[in-house]
């Protein structure tokens, strides 16, 4: 979750024309397959101004109204273990400590935060969004907005309410060899790979061991996420409208 990663700077809107026709030939041209992610955020940020511009009711609320009424948590002990990326969950901290660091991530990891918030954690995605706007050096409201309100499944384009990321299958599946987990928490430096997503897993003696030990290096999980996840889906469920 580095390298090859898109990066759009909100510096203005560009010229209507040129910016796409550039990255239009840059798709065929050899060795420029990150023209094509480039592209679509780019189209992205235009959809979501085309509708913060249409619907400015979404500064302030959910777009879709059978959503408006989930009964969130909001534990601001949670929000900020959130925050300074201390939940316990390695990707998300990760993630966290490198947004406080350098005021920017990869749009893979804003989604597994954002999820982890809204759903895992039951806060308001309202909180998290105007977090990432004082917080990221390309902070886009309308964007900004938009991402939030999809991954809450609040959204024009949501993921559905359902769709909840598990944090450990997220952190396994893109950054397997716990490359970036190790970057940004230093202290699951010598964390086995295959525990590095998970460090829980690790008994009494390997966490000594990997100069980890739970509760004192780094925290344990703030929540379960089985448990977070069936809790989500019943909240969204009795807060939902027709």
């Known amino acids: ?18 910016v796409p026709a ?7 041209a050899a060795g420029r397959p990150g023209a094509a992610r480039w592209l679509n955020e780019l189209l992205w940020r235009d959809f979501y101004i085309h509708i913060l511009a249409h619907f400015p009711a979404v500064a302030r609320q959910s ?3 059978a959503t408006r009424a989930v009964g969130w948590r909001n534990d601001p002990a949670e929000f900020d273990a959130w925050r300074a990326g201390q939940t ?33 954690l039951l806060i308001d995605w309202r909180w998290g969004e ?3 706007m004082r917080q990221l050096v390309d902070g886009d409201p309308a964007a900004n907005n ?19 990321f598990n944090p450990v ?3 396994r599946k893109f950054d397997p060899d716990g490359v970036y987990v190790r970057r940004w928490l230093p202290e699951l430096a010598a964390v086995p790979t295959a525990t590095i997503h998970a460090p829980w897993q690790l008994s009494a003696a390997q966490q000594r061991a990997a100069g980890c030990v739970l509760g004192r290096d780094y925290p344990t999980p703030i929540v379960d996420h089985a448990l977070a996840r069936e809790r989500a889906l019943a909240a969204y469920r009795a807060g939902a409208t027709v």
């Open 1 to 18: 979750m580095g390298a090859g990663t898109v990066r759009i700077v909100a510096v203005g809107p560009g010229d209507p024309e040129s």
């Open 130 to 132: 105007r977090w990432f």
């Open 146 to 164: 938009g991402g939030w309100q999809w991954a809450a499944g609040t959204g024009t384009d949501a993921a559905p309410y359902f769709r909840v």
């Open 22 to 28: 550039a990255a239009l030939a840059a798709l065929s």
């Open 88 to 120: 316990g969950y390695p990707v998300v901290d990760a993630a966290m400590r490198q947004l406080a660091a350098s005021g920017w991530m990869h749009n893979r990891v804003r989604m597994i935060v954002a999820s982890f918030l809204v759903k895992d």
């Open 63 to 65: 777009f879709r109204p």
């Open 169 to 171: 299958t997220q952190g």
